[in-house]
């Protein structure tokens, strides 16, 4: 006989009642464009499964990137509307911060 992990209402150990709610929501078109992964460049992916496919394998692996958008489209470079803010967690050891902190700024160039 089975252990009765449930509600103690369930006569039956095998039996438990679980509820799902789904949310659909219509999201603003901001002409962000999603970007699939390439496993030749390195990168954080998150894996999404499409429930519209019939494959076998209805997943992708989606890039980690930001949305930065120019505050001047028409100048090659330019500050972004929105700057990236990092931060760090106030558990990591103040001794090693100053190198964390110099490690994120020298991504600076790339962006």
């Not at 992916?45 to 076998?56: A, C």
């Amino acid at each position: 006989m089975p252990t009765n992990y449930g509600l103690p209402t369930v006569t039956d150990a095998r039996y438990n009642r679980i509820q799902i709610q789904h949310s659909i929501i219509e999201l603003v078109d901001t002409g962000y464009e999603l970007q699939y992964e390439d496993s030749r460049v390195g990168h954080f992916v998150t894996q999404v499964t499409d429930q519209t496919r019939t494959d076998p394998t209805p997943y992708r692996d989606m890039m980690h990137r930001w949305h930065l958008v120019k505050k001047n489209p028409g100048a090659e470079m330019s500050e972004p509307l929105e700057a990236i803010t990092f931060w760090m967690e106030n558990m990591t050891p103040k001794g090693i911060r100053p190198i964390i902190k110099d490690g994120v700024e020298c991504w600076n160039p790339a962006f």
